[in-house]
């Protein structure tokens, strides 16, 4: 069993950063693929980003590809998302997710879910 915890969320403008961290707990000693996704109000949970354990492979959705960016340290059992130029179109709730499959596989199945953190961009 694994837990993920995520934290970083809030309320900030357009144009705005903001680091979302996921800390993994339980049994993390096999090398999981972790990821994020999220949610806006109305539609239905979509991809963000995933990376294998070494971080050696990274997948981004095209929706936010060069504004965000996905890592991890291993040593803390954390994976981060670092997102930048935020838009208001960014506004969900961000999912921190992790699977014994690859970080491609985790794209579209995950194994393990967080509870979920709150990002909110305003105009």
């Known amino acids: 069993q694994v837990q993920l915890v995520e934290s970083g969320g809030g309320l900030v403008q357009a144009g705005d950063s903001l680091r979302l961290s996921c800390a993994a707990s339980?049994?993390?000693?096999?090398?999981?693929?972790m990821g994020w996704f999220r949610q806006a109000p109305g539609k239905e949970r979509e991809f963000v980003a995933t990376?294998?354990?070494?971080?050696?492979?990274?997948y981004y959705a095209d929706s936010i590809k060069g504004r965000f960016t996905i890592t991890r340290d291993n040593a803390k059992n954390t994976v981060y998302l670092q997102m930048n130029s935020l838009k208001p179109e960014d506004t969900a709730v961000y999912y921190c997710?992790?699977?014994?499959?690859?970080?491609?596989?985790?794209?579209?199945?995950?194994?393990?879910w967080g509870q979920g953190t709150q990002v909110i961009v305003s105009s």
């Open positions: 997710a992790a699977s014994s499959a690859g970080a491609y596989a985790l794209k579209y199945k995950s194994e393990y």
């Open positions: 990376i294998s354990w070494s971080g050696g492979s990274t």
């Open positions: 339980g049994r993390t000693f096999s090398s999981i693929s």
